[in-house]
């Protein structure tokens, strides 16, 4: 009874269209939203803040990004280490390069570098599909791996070879480097993750989301209703690659504070790959419960034997860690290809009928 | 019932020519030297057994095969090979035999897809989806909420079409052609598979679109019935040859077409 569509009248089309058209949902989000920014930062402490949070947002933004490109478009890509990477070596390039420019705002930037390079190698999806794509895209990844290595220029010549970050400030506050606060970088985190979930939002729910999956779902009628199919490929590309990277930037100015080239291996590629599809491909929602479940899902378990006062080791709880994702993510691809996103979506069907069965 | 002697009057000047079409894959020979017109306002059907060409037909018209000799005219441009990007743009919107249906998307979606050459608000308006956006999606949704009335399918508006019956997918694959607004509407057997209420539905649908918008039609049909029924004019292929192009009554007494249906399994429903 409490969760229904009934009585709330929709009286135009845009109100139809409406990304959240019920109440309900609507009042879900503001309570989400009043957590995230107020809830949170009250009463998190350092674990809460820099273990938890700050990376969960990271990856769901990352999440978010292959999920435009392989959820919704139809697009494999094993490249998402890569992009991410070229997205954080494009960060340190900028903000040592231009020191006084707001960091936030290379944070952002350094997503165009990873969508510019998106669309070069996305430029092969026009003659190729599925695993060869796949194959394509790893080409990409390993290709950018080796630059990371290779070029020293990109870290800066760093002895370690490794990304230092340096300290950058907004207003007088440490916002980047070892003095930076978790609180300070979570919220720059968490409002960059709501505005860009929100712009993705925006994308898929209109004309652009329908060319996507328009091509993803039958490419020959894609064309024949008159969609370009390169254009709207590295458009996916463009857009996809441009999320990875700012979320490549974020994990190491504001989550590692330094990193090596390891960080953006294949996989890195992999994890979010599987975050994609528990969550579900082609939902944005979905890629925040991947990303929780993939991301939270081991640090919770690891928690539990110490939490209990057991005598397990921790390499064991590792292990147990890999073997317990390992088969939900075979579970999900067997039983739930829609992932987590559609049982969210036929629990809420159930509530909506809810006392009835039907 | 129409009378064909009033349409006759209506019909116009040849909206596209096909001009000694060949087109083989390989070794087999799947269209030989067809000629035939289309006039603008009339539906046209395209008959054959299987196997005949019909759908490669179709395919070369609207690009996605170029054919190996002869040309195609289309509104008095002639050409000989064409992508189906700009067969699109020219106004042929098209039905495929089998479905080619945006499987994961809502009835809605799809039929929002077929206004894709329609919408033109840029990628800096989409990403906010407010002002000229929002505009732009609520004008053509009113436009679309207009096909789903026609097609009687409001009920399935927010259904994905992978979970439809056959028959309603059909009738989602002509809903989303129609958006398009075509000039040209390419249809492959719209009524294979469907009982005997569907197939009313569909040919009372066709002929609507046929008269309230005046679109022109190609139908690719193969019961004799509906044919009769619905179209003006009828090229009949077998093996890839055109063997007889006429009024439905005249093709019915036609000796090649009966001969060419003589031995066929399904031979012809009248
Ligand atoms: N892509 C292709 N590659 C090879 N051969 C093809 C191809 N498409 C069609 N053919 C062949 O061309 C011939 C004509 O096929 P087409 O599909 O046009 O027939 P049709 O008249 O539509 O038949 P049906 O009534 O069964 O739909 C057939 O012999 C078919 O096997
Ligand atoms: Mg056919």
């Known amino acids: ?358 | 019932m129409r009378a064909p002697s009033s349409r006759e009057v209506r019909l116009g000047e040849a909206l596209l020519a096909v001009e000694n079409v060949s087109l083989a894959f390989g070794g087999v020979r799947a269209l030989t030297d067809v000629s035939f017109d289309i006039r603008k306002g009339e539906i046209r059907a395209i008959i054959g057994p299987n196997g005949a060409g019909k759908t490669s037909m179709l395919n070369v018209i609207n690009g996605f095969y170029p054919p190996n000799t002869g040309r195609i005219t289309f509104k008095g441009e002639a050409r000989t090979t064409m992508r189906p990007y700009a067969a699109a743009l020219g106004g042929i919107a098209r039905t495929f035999q089998n479905l080619a249906l945006f499987r994961g998307m809502t009835t809605l979606d799809n039929i929002m897809a077929g206004r894709a050459l329609k919408m033109h608000r840029g990628f800096f308006w989409q990403l906010i989806r407010h002002g000229p956006a929002l505009r732009e999606e609520v004008e053509h949704r009113r436009r679309v909420e207009e096909i789903i009335d026609f097609l009687e399918i409001a009920a399935i508006r927010k259904v994905q079409v992978g979970r439809l019956p056959y028959g309603l997918q059909k009738r989602v694959e002509l809903g989303r052609a129609l958006a398009m607004e075509p000039d040209l509407l390419l249809l492959d057997e719209p009524m294979a598979g469907m009982n005997l209420e569907e197939k009313e539905d569909m040919s009372r649908f066709i002929l609507d679109v046929n008269q309230q918008y005046g679109t022109t039609i190609a139908l690719i049909e193969h019961d004799m019935g509906v044919v009769m029924d619905l179209s003006d004019r009828v090229v009949v292929l077998d093996y890839g040859r055109k063997i007889a192009d006429a009024t439905p009554d005249e093709v019915k007494c036609d000796k090649n077409v009966i001969r060419a249906y003589l031995g066929e399994p399904h031979g012809i429903s009248a």
């Open chain 1, 1 to 358: 009874m409490l969760y229904r569509e009934v009585g709330q009248y929709k009286t135009s089309y845009a109100a139809d269209m409406a990304i959240f058209p019920i109440l309900q949902d609507r009042i879900g989000l503001a309570a989400i939203l009043l957590i995230a920014f107020v809830v949170i930062p009250l009463v998190g402490h350092d674990f809460l803040l820099n273990t938890v949070m700050i990376p969960f947002l990271i990856f769901t933004l990352a999440a978010i990004g292959l999920n435009l490109l392989t959820g919704y478009t139809g697009l494999l890509s094993l490249g998402t280490g890569g992009f991410m990477g070229v997205g954080a070596y494009a960060c340190l390039k900028l903000t040592t390069i231009f020191p006084h420019v707001n960091i936030v705002i290379w944070v952002l930037a350094s997503g165009l570098f990873s969508a510019a390079v998106g669309v070069l190698f996305g430029l092969p999806s026009l003659r190729i599909k599925g695993f060869y794509l796949a194959v394509a895209t790893l080409a990409a990844q390993f290709f950018l791996e080796w630059c990371f290595i290779r070029i020293p220029w990109l870290y800066n010549y760093s002895v370690s070879g490794a990304i230092e970050v340096p300290l950058r400030t907004l207003m007088g506050i440490p916002v980047t480097g070892p003095t930076a606060t978790s609180l300070t970088r979570y919220l720059i985190v968490l409002s960059i993750v709501v505005v860009m979930t929100w712009v993705a939002s925006n994308l898929v729910h209109g004309r652009i989301g329908r060319t996507w999956m328009a091509v993803r779902d039958m490419d020959l009628a894609a064309e024949l209703v008159g969609i370009r199919l390169l254009r709207a490929k590295l458009l996916a590309f463009a857009v996809s690659s441009f999320y990875c990277g700012v979320a490549g930037a974020m994990m190491v100015f504001l989550w590692y504070g330094g990193a090596e080239a390891e960080v953006f291996a294949i996989d890195q590629s992999f994890l979010v790959l599987f975050m994609v599809i528990i969550g579900g491909l082609g939902t944005l929602t979905g890629s925040f419960f991947g990303a929780a479940l993939i991301y939270i899902l081991p640090i919770v378990l690891r928690e539990i034997p110490a939490a209990l006062g057991l005598p397990v080791h921790p390499s064991t709880v590792e292990q147990l860690t890999f073997v317990i994702v390992g088969v939900l993510i075979i579970v999900f691809l067997a039983l739930e290809p829609n992932g987590l996103a559609r049982l969210w979506q036929i629990g809420k069907q159930k509530l909506r009928v809810w006392p009835f069965p039907y």
